[in-house]
């Protein structure tokens, strides 16, 4: 089973976790910049977050034979805060960089003003950039979210088939299929979706269109939920080019869209800028 996890924090993992998911099957990863857990005081931040999705985190992946991937942009939950959105200026630069492979995560997280001018402005940005977009639906209100997500993404310059709309579920799968957009499902071990769930989701609506990730972070979350899908979909009478198609063709066909996808690994190096792994060297 090769997969392909399409929105999983690294930088909040472990390298054992690394480690598991190589050997679960997991051969490559994307990472969106992510919130902080706590409030930033300024954009420079960013950049240090930014610089390290594009360079020491592909690093820490490859030794392990995981391609690493980010998308990049101002998230909705740090679109209410001023001291952020500064960051907005800064993001055409890194959109440029090879290992971004879409703008993302934008989207609501309390469907504000503010979220609504960051939404608008970043799914400009994707356009201008020849780059898909990872839109967030907010995890309280999700229906209304997701119609406000839509009319959004109405007036935009950016085509439907290249946005990915995640953190769906039941209440919002019909709504998401019939805009044309790409289906993303997180897969957790208390909320969001389950791989039960999400077997059964994929046989009302089939395959088509579908992303299934782990979304891990720095909370209760499992970076082998993707694998737990694989097998609930065998278990479920799925055949194993359908776990394929779901687990790695269709994350491939998205971010393929950037002209920047590379699954091969060839880093060898023992440090990254100074910083080793190796922690004592061989």
């Given amino acids: ?52 999705l594009l360079g020491w985190e592909p690093f820490r992946a490859a030794q392990h034979g995981i391609a690493h991937h980010c998308t990049l942009a101002l998230n909705p939950k740090e679109a209410n805060d001023p001291r952020c959105t500064t960051v907005l200026e ?67 310059d950016l085509p439907a088939e290249h946005v990915v709309l995640d953190h769906l579920n039941e209440t ?6 019939a805009s044309g957009c790409w289906l993303g499902f997180s897969i957790y071990p208390d909320t969001k979706m389950d791989e039960d769930r999400m077997v059964e ?6 395959t088509d269109r579908v992303l299934v990730n782990s979304a891990a972070d720095w909370g209760r979350s499992d970076p082998l939920k993707t694998r737990r899908v694989g097998e609930a979909m065998l278990a479920g009478g799925f055949t194993e080019d359908d776990v394929d198609k779901v687990l790695w063709r269709n994350p491939v066909a998205f971010f393929g869209i950037s002209g920047r996808l590379n699954l091969s690994v060839e880093e060898t190096a023992s440090s990254h800028q100074g910083n080793s792994i190796l922690r004592g060297g061989e």
Avoid: C, N
Wanted: no cysteine.
């Fill in 1 to 52: 089973m090769r997969i392909f996890d399409p929105h999983i924090h690294m930088s909040s993992r472990t390298t054992d976790d690394y480690q598991a998911m190589y050997e679960a099957g997991v051969r490559a990863v994307v990472e969106p910049s992510f919130w902080l857990g706590q409030p930033r005081t300024s954009p420079e931040s960013f950049v240090d977050h930014f610089d390290a």
């Fill in 90 to 156: 800064l993001l055409p630069r890194y959109l440029v960089k090879d290992g971004v492979v879409a703008v993302g995560e934008i989207g609501y997280d309390a469907m504000t003003a503010e979220e609504d001018h960051a939404l608008a402005a970043q799914l400009q940005l994707a356009a201008d950039h020849s780059l898909p977009a990872l839109v967030h639906t907010p995890h309280r209100d999700k229906a209304a979210g997701l119609h406000r997500t839509l009319a959004v993404l109405r007036e935009s």
């Fill in 172 to 177: 919002t799968v019909e709504a998401a299929l």
């Fill in 201 to 206: 989701v994929l046989r009302l609506h089939g």
